[in-house]
């Protein structure tokens, strides 16, 4: 038995092949071979068993191939192909003889979930050649209301992300507000150019006018269609609206040409969905915040004993064996933008962390717990502090922030000293206008040059000692300080401390043997290097203090 439908309604655009995939066939179809054929428009569409198929199809003809199928079908591809119909479906697993076919001969081909009603998607198939928007508008509501469930399941952005590109057949990505991948789903298609995409996507810079500033996205609700820099291809994409704010957007990317009105309406209604499932999380987010808030307090105020602490460790999902460090964030200027814009900093980059951690905003700061690495020790915790430095960078690159860093402790009840040696080396790092992370373990000099800083005493000895370097720097304009410094951070390496400095080491021996000259300073005497050393830091402490 078999049946013919109609094809395309008069003045309309020809129905494609992924139009009719996307609208009228279920969503577990898989597409097996053929991708790059899905934009090939559909005249006709048939139903015929796998015997008479090939007498009864005919070119543009998408084939729905009842069963049972011979063992012999992949030999027919070749000459289906050359007849040039649009596509071909079968239901259930077909044999990888027949996908390998399909793929030399590059002709589409489907297949339907073995539980398909043929009956019931010919009825969709004719409701979509004689009405292509109600039709269109059926798919995005069940769209919509399956990415609804996705969500009440808990599946997460991730499974809305894969639902939504086998619907679209386009590569669906989904960013956060800023502009980081938190989910998404890759054409086959588009597999060799992700690398490329994902960039072009992440880009600040390829974002339109209109969607940078979050609130005035927010009044534009629809689909913007912006040409990307690789191959042919286009997006669509929508902010995603909680609360009168883009808290994030949705992509469709694919060739420019395959981008159809069932496209924008589908982004548009998945955005939506998406702002259901991203309010949620924030809900839940910030229930968890107080929870943590709770925990955080309650270890830095010393109302926990041993027991309880762990207790409360793992209520919030944080392991309280091995050895941890406090970490501590704040703004390195009085004039600085909210605690909540710092807060929400540290913690977006708390999932790239490899270590564990537990975040918590405060009223002035920002408290990090790090469980360490066993083979890296406090290696982790400066990790975690430079990499909040860098988005701190390109976040507020005119606004700094300080960090310190305080010592490992054998059990979680002594994060409370790990904290107070933190905010001793944060207080440190602010003084010293440091813009990188500060360690307290590292930090036993300066704590005992700040009980001498306003003794003329210490001002004195740093005259004495490099005083005639500090002098011809500044009527010269050279950097012998900074040099000398250079040098001994790096040892006394000739080779690290220029390529640190970014000159030849021949300049280096030049600048070294200058300051030899202008100081009189034996550099080849221990107490000498001793002294210069602690001059150096003495130095920067004032400087850092005049400032």
Same mark, same amino acid.
């Given at each position: 038995?078999?049946?013919?439908f ?45 015997q ?35 596509g ?87 960013q ?13 298609e588009d ?19 209109g ?73 839940? #987010? ?6 943590r !808030?709770?925990? +955080? =307090? &309650? ?5 926990? @004993?041993?027991? *309880? ?8 999902r944080?392991?309280?064996?091995g ?38 905003g ?34 507020f690159? #005119?606004?700094?922030i300080?960090?310190?860093? !305080?010592?490992? +402790? =054998? &059990? ?5 000293? @790990?904290?107070? *040696? ?18 307290f ?12 800083e ?11 000692t ?10 010269q ?39 030899r ?13 001793? @002294? ?16």
């Open positions: 038995m078999g049946f013919l109609a094809g395309t309604m008069p003045d309309t655009k020809p129905l494609t092949l992924q139009e009719l995939v996307s609208l009228a066939l279920p969503i577990e179809t898989r597409v097996l071979a053929g991708h790059k054929s899905l934009d090939h428009p559909v005249t006709w569409v048939v139903s015929a068993s796998a008479d198929g090939a007498h009864r199809i005919d070119s543009g003809d998408f084939a729905f191939l009842l069963p049972p199928y011979p063992t012999d079908l992949s030999t027919h591809i070749p000459h289906l192909a050359q007849i040039g119909i649009a071909l479906a079968i239901v259930g697993e077909p044999s990888p003889a027949l996908v390998t076919a399909a793929a030399h001969a590059n002709l589409p081909l489907f297949s339907l979930p073995a539980a398909t009603n043929l009956r019931h998607i010919e009825r969709m198939t004719l409701g979509l050649l004689l009405d292509h928007g109600a039709a269109m508008e059926r798919r995005v509501a069940q769209l919509y209301e399956q990415l609804t469930v996705l969500s009440a399941e808990n599946a997460g952005l991730e499974a809305m992300a894969q639902l939504i590109g086998k619907t679209t057949g386009k590569t669906v990505l989904i956060d507000k800023r502009l980081n991948i938190i989910a998404s789903c890759i054409m086959p597999s060799e150019h992700r690398a490329a995409i994902e960039s072009w996507v992440t880009s600040p810079d390829n974002l339109s006018e969607l940078r500033d979050r609130k005035r996205a927010a009044q534009n609700i629809g689909a913007t269609e912006q040409s990307l820099s690789i191959e042919s291809l286009a997006r669509l994409i929508v902010p995603i609206i909680v609360k009168g704010m883009a808290r994030g957007f949705i992509s469709l990317v694919g060739a420019r040409e395959s981008m159809r009105m069932f496209d924008r309406s589908a982004a548009e209604r998945s955005a939506a969905a998406c702002a259901l499932e991203m309010a949620k999380v924030k809900a839940v #987010s910030e229930a968890e915040k107080r929870v !808030g709770n925990f +955080v =307090d &309650a270890m830095l105020t010393g109302n926990l @004993s041993p027991t *309880e602490a762990i207790h409360w460790a793992k209520r919030n944080y392991n309280p064996e050895r941890h460090a406090a970490l501590l964030v704040d703004w390195a200027k009085k004039e600085h933008p909210s605690y909540r814009r710092l807060e929400t900093l540290v913690h977006g980059q708390a999932s790239s962390f490899h270590t564990q951690v537990l975040t918590q405060r009223e002035n700061e920002v408290v990090i717990f790090a469980r360490l690495e066993p083979r890296q020790g406090v290696e982790s915790a400066r990790q975690i502090a430079e990499s909040i430095r860098r988005q701190a960078t390109n976040e690159a #005119s606004d700094p300080a960090i310190g860093i !305080g010592r490992p +402790v =054998d &059990a979680l009840i002594g994060l409370r000293d @790990s904290y107070r *040696e933190a905010r001793q080396a944060l207080s440190m790092a602010r003084r010293l206008a440091e813009p990188n992370p500060l360690y373990g590292e930090l036993n000099v300066y704590r005992l040059l700040f009980q001498l306003y003794s003329p005493e210490l001002a004195s000895f740093c005259q004495e490099i005083g005639t370097l500090i002098e011809y720097d500044r009527a304009g050279t950097d012998l300080v900074e040099t000398l410094s250079s040098y001994f951070a790096h040892k006394g390496n000739l080779s690290a401390t220029a390529e640190a400095l970014f000159v030849h080491r021949n300049t280096l021996l030049y600048r070294m043997e200058r300051i000259e202008i100081s009189g300073l034996d550099l080849d005497n221990p107490e000498t290097r001793l @002294s210069i050393q602690l001059a150096l830091r003495a130095n920067r402490l004032l400087t850092a203090r005049e400032e």
